[in-house]
C-alpha cells in the first residue's frame, strides 16, 4: 500500500539506493538531508540535483551547530581521514557520536508534522562492528521508541539492515541505477581518493557485482 515516507537521504550509494527502494515499493518520498559540518559536504549537492531530477521534495537542514558538542569524529573535526577498510580500529575515528540518533529523531518529527507513516535510511550490516547506531538492536530500540514518542506512530524502516554494501549494490543495479549520482568518499574533493574506508568498500562491491564504479578517483582503480 502506498504511503508518505520521510528518507534521510545523506547522497551516498545506500541512501541513494533506500530512496529508490521506496519510490519502487510505491511511496510518496520526501528526502531529508543534514549538513553537520561534515567535510564531504559535496554529497549534499549530490543529494538536491538527485531529488531534483527526481521530482522530489527535499530539505536540508543545518544542525552544524552540535559540533560544539560532539567532537572527535574525523567527519566533522581537523583530524586526518584514515585509510584503509572499516575492519581496522582506526576507522573509529570516522564516527560522530549520536548522529543516527539525532538525525532520526528530526526525521521521525518531520514525518509526524507532515503525516508520514515511516522514517528510511541506510543501516546496513556492513557498518554493524564500527557504528553502534547502524546496530539492529539500535534500529529496533529505535522502532520502539518512535512509535512511542508521538500520538501518531512512525516506523523506522532499514531496508538493508541485514544485508551488506554488496547486496545493496546488487540491488539497486537491478533497479537500473546510476551511481555517478551518488558521493561516497569521506574526502570532498574533486575527486574520490579511493583509499579511506568508504571508498574502499564501495570499490569491493562493485568489483564483487563484476561492475565498475563510474565515479572518478584519485588512484588508479580496477
Known amino acids: 500500500m502506498s504511503q508518505k515516507v520521510v528518507v534521510i537521504y545523506s547522497g551516498g550509494m545506500d541512501s541513494y539506493t533506500v530512496l529508490n527502494k521506496a519510490i519502487e515499493q510505491g511511496h510518496e518520498v520526501l528526502a531529508l538531508s543534514f549538513n553537520y559540518g561534515q567535510r564531504h559536504v559535496k554529497e549534499l549537492d549530490v543529494a538536491a540535483n538527485v531529488c531534483k531530477n527526481l521530482g522530489i521534495t527535499h530539505k536540508v537542514v543545518d544542525i552544524t551547530a552540535i559540533n560544539g558538542l560532539l567532537a572527535g569524529s574525523s567527519l566533522t573535526d581537523d583530524i586526518d581521514i584514515p585509510e584503509g577498510h572499516y575492519e581496522e580500529a582506526s576507522m573509529k575515528s570516522t564516527v560522530v557520536p549520536n548522529r543516527n540518533m539525532i538525525l532520526l529523531s528530526l526525521a521521525i518529527g518531520y514525518a509526524v508534522s507532515v503525516e508520514a ?102 588512484v588508479s582503480v580496477s
Open 117 to 218: 507513516t515511516a522514517v528510511y535510511y541506510g543501516a546496513h550490516s556492513g557498518d554493524h562492528a564500527i557504528y553502534p547506531d547502524c546496530r539492529p538492536e539500535f534500529v529496533r530500540q529505535m522502532n520502539v521508541v518512535s512509535k512511542l514518542a508521538n500520538y501518531e506512530p512512525v516506523e523506522v524502516v532499514a531496508p538493508y539492515l541485514d544485508q551488506d554494501k554488496n547486496d545493496i549494490l546488487a540491488d539497486g543495479l537491478r533497479m537500473g541505477l546510476d551511481y555517478s549520482n551518488t558521493w561516497t568518499c569521506y574526502n570532498g574533493r574533486d575527486k574520490a581518493c579511493g583509499k579511506c574506508g568508504a571508498c574502499i568498500e564501495r570499490l569491493q562491491a562493485f568489483a564483487a557485482n563484476q561492475q565498475r564504479d563510474p565515479l572518478p578517483y584519485e
